[in-house]
């Protein structure tokens, strides 16, 4: 068997026992150092553990001010489409070239909160990792009047992201068990205000979502953002999308022996990305879920970035969809 025909080969998805196990080993590490190390601070843990990636607010702020590098900066933005006028993407260098980077992930997210919000949610959450750094971010000043929501599939998840909230001893955390096949999100009926709800590579794993967590969503009383940075970017591509639901085995182990070919090209990182996710069956469903909802005035779509960053793996890259549920929009419940 050759390297390409190892490469090719479907390994499927990722059991719920096996991402328990994984999140029970973060699990021990947190208590580890939770007890030989019991005055640090929660972002000291975070940035051993796994990260601590807040980054700047506008990286762009430095360019649009100062006039000698305004110009080159905004060269470099051109040559991707982008302005000053945004802060997503801003000027960097790498490798001796100019290229550009992306706002961080968390930074966006803590963007999202406004002064009303009571409750920051995540599904799919894991040992809550994201919403750990938000918080740090945030800070405890401003956090006394939010509610921070890990809503997990694994009991392991749940019970490492409750220790380290038990060391740092004044979050308020709540773990929930969760499962977007059969989702109930009904600890957030009683919330007031806002409600900030994100993804991260966590629908990803799921082949099916259930499109019913949006009237969920849209059926709370308060208002409600919802983000999901998931690697669902290369759904927008209409082939790729029908080949995967036509379950079309060939056509995809084809595509995984031209992954390396080309690897310059716009159309190799897509193929490639929907090539991971056949490999582990992953999510098919997110793009059109979000179609649908936008179409039906549901959600507004704010922000909407394909394949903008590769965090843990340039397969699997993510993409942002920043969506606002429109309050009192009659629709259609979803079937
Ligand atoms: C790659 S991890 C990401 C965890 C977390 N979002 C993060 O960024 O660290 C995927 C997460 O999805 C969860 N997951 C898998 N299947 C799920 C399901 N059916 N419903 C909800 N979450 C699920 C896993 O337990 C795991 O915590």
Same mark, same amino acid.
């Given at each position: ?141 401003? &956090?006394?009047?939010? $509610? +921070?929501?890990?809503?997990?599939? @694994?009991?392991? %998840? !749940? /019970? ?116 991971? &996710?056949?490999?582990? $069956? +992953?999510?098919?469903?997110?793009? @059109?879920?979000? %179609? !649908? /909802? ?42």
């Amino acid at each position: 068997m050759t390297a390409v025909d190892l490469i090719v080969k479907k390994a499927g998805a990722r059991t719920k026992k096996s991402q328990g196990t994984a999140w029970g080993k973060i699990g021990d590490k947190i208590d580890k150092i939770s007890s030989a190390r019991p005055d640090d601070h929660i972002s000291t843990i975070l940035a051993e553990m796994r990260e601590l990636d807040i980054g700047r607010p506008d990286p762009n702020s430095f360019y649009r001010k100062r006039e000698l590098v305004q110009p080159l900066g905004k060269a470099v933005l051109k040559r991707v489409g982008k302005t000053y006028d945004d802060f997503f993407i801003y000027p960097d260098v790498t490798n001796g070239q100019y290229t550009t980077s992306a706002v961080s992930s968390i930074r966006y997210l803590m963007g999202c909160v406004r002064d009303d919000t009571t409750a920051i949610v995540e599904l799919g959450s894991g040992w809550s990792v994201n919403l750990f750094q938000i918080y740090v971010g945030l800070g405890q000043t401003r &956090s006394k009047t939010i $509610d +921070y929501h890990g809503a997990e599939y @694994t009991d392991e %998840g !749940q /019970a490492a992201a409750r220790r380290l909230a038990a060391h740092d001893g004044k979050i308020n955390y709540h773990a929930h068990s969760f499962d977007y096949r059969n989702p109930d999100i009904s600890f957030l009926n009683d919330v007031k205000g806002h409600i900030l709800v994100f993804t991260r590579h966590s629908i990803e794993q799921v082949d099916v979502i259930d499109p019913r967590l949006y009237d969920m969503l849209a059926a709370l009383d308060a208002e409600v953002t919802l983000v999901h940075i998931e690697p669902t970017g290369w759904q927008r591509d209409k082939t790729l999308l029908y080949r995967r639901k036509a379950k079309d085995n060939r056509f995809f182990e084809d595509i995984g022996g031209l992954m390396l070919s080309e690897v310059s090209s716009r159309r190799r990182q897509l193929e490639n990305a929907a090539w991971w &996710s056949w490999r582990l $069956d +992953y999510n098919l469903n997110l793009s @059109t879920i979000i %179609g !649908q /909802a936008s179409k039906k005035g549901q959600i507004r779509i704010v922000r909407r970035e394909y394949d903008y960053v590769a965090a843990a793996n340039i397969l699997n890259p993510s993409s942002l969809y920043h969506l606002e549920f429109v309050r009192g929009a009659a629709v259609e419940p979803t079937t």
